[in-house]
């Protein structure tokens, strides 16, 4: 031995913002206004809380759920388990009843902490999740006086009032688990990942990189992705290694409450899903000059590919770079990722290059492999035309489903990621759809992604969804589902002129419907499950099959 | 096992660099100018070095020497060997036959690499080391025509012409053996540290942070700290990985020649001992206007403290950020940097505040445990006063030399680096001195480096060196040596009274003498145990003991 074989373990990192930057803050916000404490009292109260855990009989691998927003407390329970060799389970506010009860039994949740405000959600499982022993409620403004029916409840401050604000972090096995995360999958039951001290230190040092999200201590992020999403993206890691600012908005998501958030805390970063930042940029035309955004630089994006009309608009009116993501939670999640100058030869790129290259997927990120592969698992070519799946490893990908393996999903290490997309000779990714959303006709393929953004760069579309309707002849047709902006009226063929620009006659939709929501999954996508269950269920056909 | 267990091998990274930035250059200068070729040449070639290497008969683990200034030819040999599992042996040009000697048997040697304008060095101890089976010489123009009396000696070219450009690399055990490095050692023999896969893997990613050195694919870094001392401080892997374009300085090193190559090549990061910036700084001062240094952002500066005086300069004259770092050969070598605005409460310091932070030691970097203790190994507040020797742990921190293990330099895992300072309330680390240097003075400390660094601050001095010298009262006493700038006269009485203004009056040394020359050590600190033999042979006498 060389030198010191040091466990990977979180606990390495997460007290390190609290020691260099005690005075910095973490701010929440509430129903009147924000809550603010410093990384050191935070650094206390989670060694605190670390202590109340184990002082209540749990041991290390247990697993502990958490019911709550992105906010001070849920951070504290990241860190207060990463501490102690427990395992965060963090439970989607959005799921059904069902996928609740189902996820909290299979992973076996022993003690859950729930926001006060969705304790009624939970009280409707009081009886079916019995590995439950006991519910500890965080209460926010306003929420102080909560009650509930579920015996053995009891109040976070007064669960950890008292304790010693030091905890003596433990050393165990690097591969130990940390955390738990369902993906709401569209068939069966939820499946789990589990990720593991080692995996997400180094997915944490990743996207702390320079060539990554760019992240630094003299940040101010706002984290939008839930906490309860893919361990929030990791950013909750990174934030406290970094002892950067921290703004957390809680369960405030109206798109104005967060601008004005943003604007008030001096928010630089952030990170979300496309349609919030839809969201954001109408809140901020419809207040013309009213937010002051001037220290905002970067937007991560993930769960979906960012219309490029919306990268251009956050470049061109604010100097914002959306930083465009892609991953899953089989992936800790962060496999890639769109810089505007993505590597030393762009530094001569156009402006208008820089944008192209921002609305790929992305760049792989340092240490995972990443490949396309034809379906007898032959790597494709890297020429920007040969489609595939895109399948991925290294040390922070998903090699089996917690206690559910799946082995279709993975071979030689490989993960199957279900997206399929290509790699263009620049060695950028770009995903061209889930490869159950592409839309198969006359043996060709449409990417439903594509079609969506180019539709959202119609002036007066707010949001578009394009999902495939069965056809007897071609196989299968596409169909868009478009709201309009207020006040907005942009006929189909206005429409469809402006996808032609880009796509072949054969490519464009047979229908524009226009509706007032498009409904979304728990992770703020397009849910087009839902959206082609309602078509079929209300009997749509496509024009050219309709009955005269 | 939930997710994949990956070895952190250095060839899961090395190959990125080529692969997203194939047309990227590396440049390394020659007699006549510049040699240039590509990351994806530069790739190829790496892989049939790594044929070559391995059909002469080598097997992983064995130990391949480089006897080489910094160019593309040894970014091959760090590239070839890691991948390969060899050991590269980086030989610092600048040591005695003697140690050379030593540390190739030592180390056990097979075969070695050497620049060709080396050759009559190494020429010199083919007898001397038996373990070395073959040589390889690598000729840069003007040295094609290399001939030597070693046996069994080979062209680089010829090597490896005709190989295979792409080499499969291997999947073996992250704590293998990756590279030796021999500190220059001021008493005894040189003793080895020993990189590990893993280790030199964390590092690498951690200089990649935007809180650590910022580096970027799109930087163009010039390497001015030797290959051959602690990997280059790991920069030629995290340009492997990123991609960046790079600038090798070759044997010329003559201050007015890297200023003019970086210039000419649009530099943006480099990295050196505070020596190289002093000559730096000349070069620009006397060549007012010709040198456009515009694109140049941050010079990172190890090896010792830099003056203050020369951190402002850079920063007030180019708006060069001058990144204090410090580590050593037995910690990879990063330990802390110094940020001007190293974290959030930084953002409101004024431009002063900045300059001070910039002038300590630094922040830990995420993942290391740094501390001070006494010399009973009992911690010490971080007070800004309290005098310790710094201890670190971590994953890239050496636990034992190699075959030599001196268990008095580690205990509980700690190393003890024989560096001591204080650690303040803000959580830098400021290093005094190494503990030989330090001046203990009627029983109190003084740091040698603290005196040198203010007397460099005054205006016509070019370099300083304080050591202490006996004295029967007092125990030991300071002396400077000084270097003015040419045509500069300064008396004793303008350097001691400039010091008198931050030093008590029994700080300041006895007396000033002024020198044409400091010696330095093969890593270009200032060699003051040189001075002090020097001293003792010439008899000098301290002012108030010599003889009337």
């Not at 930057?21 to 929440?28: F, G, K, N, Q």
């Not at 963090?90 to 405000?117: C, F, P, Q």
């Not at 969506?452 to 007066?460: K, T």
């Not at 478009?482 to 490519?507: G, M, N, P």
């Amino acid at each position: 031995m060389a030198m010191q074989h040091t466990p990977l373990l979180m606990s390495r990192i997460i007290d390190r913002g609290a020691t260099i930057s005690p005075h910095t803050e973490i701010v929440t916000a509430t129903e009147e206004g924000t809550r603010r404490v410093t990384y050191r009292e935070t650094r206390d109260r989670s060694h605190q809380l670390a202590h109340a855990l184990m002082d209540s009989g749990l041991q290390r691998g247990d697993v502990v759920g958490s019911f709550m927003w992105n906010g001070s407390r849920h951070l504290e329970m990241y860190h207060a388990t990463a501490g102690t060799g427990l395992v965060l389970h963090t439970l989607n506010t959005r799921l059904s009843l069902a996928d609740l009860e189902y996820i909290i039994s299979h992973a076996g949740d022993k003690l859950i902490v729930v926001d006060a405000d969705l304790l009624p959600l939970l009280e409707q499982l009081k009886d079916r999740i019995p590995t439950v022993e006991r519910i500890i409620v965080a209460a926010e403004p306003g929420f102080e006086d909560w009650s509930t029916t579920i015996p053995n409840a009891m109040d976070y401050e007064e669960f950890i009032a008292g304790k010693p604000t030091n905890y003596q972090w433990e050393t165990f096995d690097e591969y130990s688990p940390l955390g738990l995360c369902y993906t709401s999958g569209t068939t069966g039951n939820p499946k789990g990942v589990e990720y593991e001290h080692r995996a997400q230190y180094l997915h944490t040092l990743t996207i702390g990189l320079t060539d990554s999200m760019n992240l630094s201590s003299t940040d101010c992020m706002c984290l939008i992705v839930p906490m309860f999403h893919a361990m929030g993206w990791g950013l909750p890691w990174a934030a406290l290694m970094l002892g950067c600012k921290q703004v957390l908005p809680h369960r405030f998501m109206q798109p104005e409450r967060v601008a004005q958030l943003m604007a008030d805390e001096g928010v630089t970063v952030s990170a979300g899903v496309p349609t919030i930042w839809q969201g954001l940029q109408a809140a901020i035309q419809q207040n013309p000059g009213k937010l002051d955004l001037s220290k905002l630089s970067r937007l991560t994006c993930g769960g979906s590919a960012p219309p490029a009309s919306m990268i251009e608009w956050y470049w061109k009116e604010l100097g914002v770079e959306i930083i465009q993501g892609w991953g899953m939670t089989e992936m800790s999640p962060l496999g890639t990722l769109a810089r505007r100058v993505g590597k030393y030869e762009h530094l001569d790129f156009s402006d208008e290059k820089r944008l192209a290259n921002g609305a790929k997927t992305g760049l792989v990120m340092p240490g995972l492999e990443l490949d396309i592969f034809d379906e007898d698992f032959n790597p494709l070519p890297h020429d920007g035309e040969s489609v595939g799946e895109i399948c991925v490893r290294g040390p922070w990908i998903c090699s089996e489903y917690f206690n559910n393996p799946h082995p279709d999903r993975f071979r030689d290490n490989w993960l199957f990621t279900g997206d399929v997309g290509v790699i263009d000779e620049e060695e950028y990714v770009i995903v061209a759809d889930r490869s159950k959303d592409l839309v198969k006709s006359g043996g060709e393929w449409i990417s439903s992604v594509d079609l969506e953004n180019e539709i959202c760069g119609v002036e007066g579309v707010a949001q578009a969804c394009v999902v495939a309707q069965p056809h007897p002849r071609w196989g299968e047709r596409p169909v868009a589902l478009v709201i309009l902006a207020t006040d907005a009226d942009v006929s189909q063929e206005a429409i469809l002129e402006h996808c032609s620009e880009k796509f072949a006659k054969w490519q464009l939709p047979d229908e524009v419907l226009y509706v007032d929501e498009i409904p979304l999954t728990s992770t703020g996508k397009l849910d087009k499950k839902t959206v082609r269950a309602s078509l079929n269920s209300d009997g749509y056909q496509l024009p050219d099959l309709r009955v005269a």
